[in-house]
């Protein structure tokens, strides 16, 4: 398998606030907020897969644990037969990622794109918009 995504959780421990200073700073309390919970996926070798979701569903933090920017809390992670936050620099040499909403450069309503090749990359504004569309 390409990618083991096994029984993977993610939590952050969250300071509350109660709106007095004095309190929050000598008696600070903290809640967990849980943004993956086991969650679990295979993605087998030259399988193509999309990754949809609502707003806060994990999308963004189970794709940072696959690119070794976060730990899990719990789980297991493999690609490409490596532990992407173990084997950090060794595994970064391997994939390629492109984060955000940048649509507005292509002015439709495009969330992202795939640069698959170096012809690719020479492509800016006005051109990527012709060889997407």
Do not use: H, W
Not at 7 to 26: E, W
Not at 92 to 98: H, L, S
Not at 101 to 110: A, H, K, T, V
Request: aromatic share 10%; charged share 25%.
């Amino acid at each position: 398998m390409a990618i083991i995504f096994e029984d993977v959780s993610r939590s952050y421990r969250i300071k509350k606030k109660t709106g007095c200073l004095i309190k929050d700073t000598l008696f600070p309390g903290y809640y967990t907020k849980e943004a993956l919970k086991d969650v679990s996926f295979t993605v087998g070798d030259s399988e193509i897969v999309g990754y949809i979701g609502p707003n806060g569903a994990g999308k963004s933090t189970s794709m940072k644990i696959m690119t070794g920017i976060l730990r899990p809390t719990s789980g297991k992670v493999e690609i490409l037969g490596m532990n992407p936050y173990l084997s950090r620099e060794k595994y970064v040499r391997k994939i390629g990622a492109v984060f955000g909403n940048r649509s507005n450069y292509l002015g439709s309503s495009c969330n992202g794109f795939l640069l698959s090749s170096e012809e690719d990359i020479q492509y800016s504004g006005r051109n990527i918009q012709e060889k997407l569309f």
